[in-house]
T-cell receptor, first 112, second 115 residues
Framework: ELKVEQNPLFLSMQEGKNYTIYCNYS?????LYWYRQDPGKSLESLFV?????AVKQEGRLMASLDTKARLSTLHITAAVHDLSATYFC????????????FGQGTRLTINP | IAGITQAPTSQILAAGRRMTLRCTQD?????MYWYRQDLGLGLRLIHY???????GKGEVPDGYSVSRANTDDFPLTLASAVPSQTSVYFC??????????????FGPGTRLTVL
C-alpha cells in the first residue's frame, strides 16, 4: 500500500528566508505532483515530476524528485508573503488505476 | 470557461438524509475522482471512474456511491448522511490516456455539514 508523508506539517518562516518541504513515499512510483491550496480554495497544480533527477522551477519554488530514495523536495527561495498556502505532494500508484495518494499537506505561513 | 464545476457550493444536511453532490467537467477527460478533505488528513480518495460506465472504490468508500453515465458527469451520493461525513468534497478529472501526465484538475469543492 502506497503511503505518502510530508514534513514539516506546519512551517512559519520570515520573508527572505529559504526552506524545504519534504515528501517521502513508501513504494515505487513514476509520477509525483505538487499542489498548492489557498484557504477555502481548491487545489492548484504546481509541478509534475516524471523521472529520477527531475527538477522543475517556477519563480521562487523549485521541486525535485529522487525515485531511488522515494523522496521529493519543494524548495522555497527568498520567501515572500504571497507564497503562504498549504502545499500537498501526491504520488501516483504505478499499478492499476493509477490513483493519486496525497500527503497530509504542509501549511506554510510567511511573515513579513 | 473550461473546467470542473461542483454543486452545491455548501450544504447543511440533517443526519439520515440523502444527498447528491454534483460534478461536471467539460474537458472531455476520461477519468474522474471524488476526494474528501479533512483537517490533518490531506485528501482521501472516495471513488473514481476511469471511463464512462466504470467506477472503482478508493480509500474511504463506505457510505458513498457514484455513477458515471457519461463522460462529463460524476455525481456522488450519500444515501443516509452521518455527522462523520462532514467534510469538504473535491471532484477532480484527468485525461488518463497514453503519453500524458495524468495530471488531475480539481473543482472548487463542496463544503458539507451533517448535523
Amino acid at each position: 500500500e502506497l503511503k505518502v508523508e510530508q514534513n514539516p506539517l506546519f512551517l512559519s518562516m520570515q520573508e527572505g528566508k529559504n526552506y524545504t518541504i519534504y515528501c517521502n513515499y513508501s513504494t515505487t512510483s513514476d509520477r509525483l505532483y505538487w499542489y498548492r491550496q489557498d484557504p477555502g480554495k481548491s487545489l492548484e497544480s504546481l509541478f509534475v515530476l516524471l523521472s529520477n533527477g527531475a527538477v522543475k522551477q517556477e519563480g521562487r519554488l523549485m521541486a525535485s524528485l529522487d525515485t531511488k530514495a522515494r523522496l521529493s523536495t519543494l524548495h522555497i527561495t527568498a520567501a515572500v508573503h504571497d507564497l503562504s498556502a498549504t502545499y500537498f505532494c501526491a504520488v501516483a500508484e504505478i499499478q492499476g488505476a493509477q490513483k493519486l495518494v496525497f500527503g497530509q499537506g504542509t501549511r506554510l505561513t510567511i511573515n513579513p | 470557461i473550461a473546467g470542473i464545476t461542483q454543486a452545491p457550493t455548501s450544504q447543511i444536511l440533517a443526519a439520515g438524509r440523502r444527498m447528491t453532490l454534483r460534478c461536471t467537467q467539460d474537458m472531455r477527460h476520461n477519468a474522474m475522482y471524488w476526494y474528501r478533505q479533512d483537517l490533518g488528513l490531506g485528501l482521501r480518495l472516495i471513488h473514481y471512474s476511469n471511463t464512462a460506465g466504470t467506477t472503482g472504490k478508493g480509500e474511504v468508500p463506505d457510505g458513498y456511491s457514484v455513477s458515471r453515465a457519461n463522460t462529463d458527469d460524476f455525481p456522488l451520493t450519500l444515501a443516509s448522511a452521518v455527522p462523520s461525513q462532514t467534510s469538504v468534497y473535491f471532484c477532480a478529472s484527468s485525461p488518463l490516456s497514453g503519453g500524458t501526465y495524468n495530471e488531475q484538475f480539481f473543482g472548487p469543492g463542496t463544503r458539507l455539514t451533517v448535523l
